[in-house]
């Protein structure tokens, strides 16, 4: 495993992040994979040297945090040994202040993620979406009490316009307050959109960024004769994703190609292109089986010459943006 800076603070993240949204209660969804099931996938990711892992509060309403804490601290022997990111601002309750970024929410949000995770503390707290019914100025500071009280000790975002995240870091600058120091977006070889301008503000300001959907939801993971359509995902329940885009098949020929020329599979490509991009800290990536773990961790070691790169992105054409509500 590798290890880098995220963004330009100190702390040392690996450089594939588990995420742990597929963690929860079966009886919430199907795809859910217990406490018991996902063990040994999280034991073999920890035995590669991964250390970042990336939950949130709604994850299967707070089950993917009680998950992710109890093999946390089963598998690792000491708290400051990992990287635990969790994130806040979807809806929690029936409450009319049970959602959003407000300091009501923040402040009752992250002693309950502490309680579920069973730690005093989370290394990376992230606004999981732009809150416009609360002043910037009100959640960047409550963000701030909650670093300067030790519950939270690094802050990140997750996807939003580059004007609102512009918006954030200015209002915490001008106060003298906490920055964000990651980005968590959506980006991957079939969704380049943040190019635009989210990606060159993180390069221009010292923000790391953290690829969630790095495989878009396992399109870019196998052939083509094999995998479902992009448009076949869509229609699946609680399947998020782009819609579907003309030239999609032949990105995906470019991956196969340069899959087969190096004799590793399309995923492990997928991801060596992430591994890549200069801004990209770390792709977040999602296994319900240990084996998945085989092609995510190789990607680490794909060095990709610069015409591979250049092949990979060589078919990209702009799509409409999506995802931002």
Known sequence: MQYTRLGSSGLKVSRIALGMMSYGDPADEPWFLSADAAEPILRRAVEAGVTFFDTADMYSNGVSEEVTGRLLRELFVRRD???????VFYPMGDGPNDRGLSRAHLMNSIDASLRRLGTDYVD???IHRWDPETPIEETMQAL???VRVGKVRYLGASLMYAWQFAKAQYTAAQAGGTRFVSMQTRYNLLYREEEREMIPQCADQGVGVLAYSPLA??????PRATAPTVRELAEQPGRLRPPAHPNDAEILAAV???????SVPPATVALAWLLAQPIVVAPIVGATRPDHLTDILAAVDLSLSTDEVAALAAPYQPRM???YS
């Not at 040994?81 to 994130?87: I, N, P, Q, R, S």
């Not at 196969?256 to 190096?262: L, M, N, T, Y």
């Open 321 to 323: 943006p999506f995802g």
């Open 256 to 262: 196969e190609k340069v899959a087969a020329g190096r």
């Open 144 to 146: 701030e009490d909650l």
């Open 81 to 87: 040994d990992y990287v635990l990111a969790t994130k």
């Open 217 to 222: 939801r396992g399109v870019l993971a196998a």
């Open 124 to 126: 990376l707290y992230q």
